[in-house]
């Protein structure tokens, strides 16, 4: 703001050092344990750009309180990773089989294998993709 750097959320220093939170006790156990993978270098985006994004997605799923759809989102718009295919999003397959006439029934990989086209730029794809859907690019 007016060229002044504002913090959006607590680093993570301070959310291990805080008392309660307010918030229930298992995500509070969460929010620490992600507080010390940023700590640690795990949940950085540079950590996180670093390796492929299967790998990456792969790391972030196997912190506690981290689901597919979350790991994709924390990949793609917190480390803003431009080619990760978020390949775990009801909304986005729904959108992608209309688009290109696929089965109710299509498997994830389908949707993968679809997306390889659009590498490097997997992630903003999909993004398009979404924001076309819900009438953002209009």
Known sequence: MDGRE?????????????????LPAQKEEWLRGLARAALD???????????????ALAELRALAGVGPFSAGLILIRGAG???????????????????????????P?????????????????SFLFRASAYGVLD
């Open 81 to 107: 990773a431009p080619d990760a295919f978020p390949g775990d999003e009801p909304r986005l397959f729904a959108i992608l089989r209309e688009a290109y006439g696929l089965p109710e029934d299509a498997p």
């Open 6 to 22: 504002c913090a959006a959320f607590p680093p993570p220093v301070t959310l291990l050092e805080a008392g309660g939170l307010g």
């Open 109 to 125: 990989a389908a949707y993968r294998k679809l997306a390889e086209a659009w590498r490097p730029y997997r992630s903003w794809a």
């Open 41 to 55: 270098g795990v949940l950085t985006a540079e950590h996180l750009r670093s390796v492929g994004p299967e790998e």
